[in-house]
């Protein structure tokens, strides 16, 4: 009997995962460390019986009718499902896997990084101290505001944003309030309270989104939510880009109706360096390293694989992270 097919989409996946999957299967894998372009992936999917792949490939119905009738399951190397067509793999009885839980650390590490970074300039002030602009210690000079006393909203409180406010705890943040549909048990690790999110745009000193892209929520900060902020708001995306009116958030930023925003995510990704964004100085960016940790990263692959080969063998109730559509 032939051996099972499963395509990979990416060139550098973590061999911790990859090795699960080589003895049983056969792998068929783009090798690039770049995307897949659409026309491979077209090409490539062909008669799989699985998909290992990345945020940054878009699963709809045109990759399913062209993989066909054998694939039984996409598991993706990712937290973040927005990617991936669920009702179309749910029609067809795919099982999906994701990561979940293994880069909830690694994202809140990198939230309150970003957060101080954007808050305390320490990446204009590195690069001030390169261009050889510190000329003395100076009392105003690279000044922002400080976490202590402060009061932070935190919108989405999933296992990330409840990370992010357990992080937060010690450094004497005076409030935390945070909004999602229902009130979390989770919450009283931090004194969380839940609010409108309305309350949390208003009262809050630094705004950390978290929540999950989906149709409800792409675009829910737009102009009106960035008018309702504090001028001296500092506003912190670690979710997805879309989750945002950008255009809306380049004009709260160039007109100082905020005070600052750090992004790990925005539209498009990558964003071409001519983008407004990277000309605003009150605006800190990074490419998507939110779950980048070596550990997390060897533990998503692990994970991605797992889901694949527990349906491959015919146990898909052993898979480690099924998402349940
Ligand atoms: O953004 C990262 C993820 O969805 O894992």
Not at 64 to 86: F, I, P, Q, R, Y
Request: proline share 5%; glycine share 8%; with cysteine.
């Amino acid at each position: 009997m032939s051996r099972q097919k499963v395509l990979v989409t990416r060139g550098d996946i973590p061999e911790s995962g990859l090795s699960i999957l080589k003895n049983k299967y056969d792998l068929i894998c783009w090798n690039k460390t770049t995307p897949i372009p659409r026309t491979e992936f077209l090409s490539m999917v062909k008669d799989v019986d699985g998909i290992f792949c990345l945020l940054t490939d878009k699963i709809d119905e045109e990759i399913l009718s062209t993989a066909g009738s054998k694939l039984k399951v996409v598991s993706t190397m990712s937290v973040g499902l927005d990617h991936l067509n669920l009702n179309a793999l749910k029609t067809r009885g795919i099982h999906v896997g994701y990561t979940p839980g293994v880069l909830t650390d690694a994202t809140a590490e990198l939230t309150i990084g970003l957060l101080l970074a954007t808050s305390r300039k320490i990446i204009a002030a590195e690069h001030a101290l390169r261009n050889g602009e510190w000329t003395s210690w100076s009392p105003n000079w690279m000044c922002g505001p400080g976490l202590a006393n402060s009061t932070v909203g935190i919108v989405g409180l999933g296992r990330i944003g409840a990370r992010v406010g357990e992080y937060l705890k010690p450094f004497g943040v005076n409030k935390i309030l945070y909004s999602s549909r229902t009130e979390k048990t989770d919450a009283k690790k931090f004194n969380g309270q839940h609010v409108s999110l309305n309350t949390l745009l208003t009262e809050s000193d630094f705004i950390i989104v978290t929540i999950a892209l989906t149709p409800e929520t792409r675009e829910m900060f737009g102009k009106s939510s960035f008018d309702m902020m504090k001028s001296t708001a500092i506003f912190i995306n670690i979710s997805r880009g879309e989750i945002v009116d950008q255009p809306a958030l380049i004009d709260a930023l160039k007109n100082n109706k905020i005070r600052g925003a750090g992004l790990d995510v925005m539209t498009p990704e990558p964003i071409p360096l001519d983008h407004e964004l990277l000309k605003l100085d009150n605006c800190v960016l990074l490419p998507h390293i939110g779950s980048a940790a070596i550990e997390a990263r060897r533990e998503m692959s692990v994970i991605t694989a797992k889901n694949i080969s527990a349906v491959l063998d015919g146990h898909p109730e052993n898979m480690p992270s099924p998402v349940n559509i």
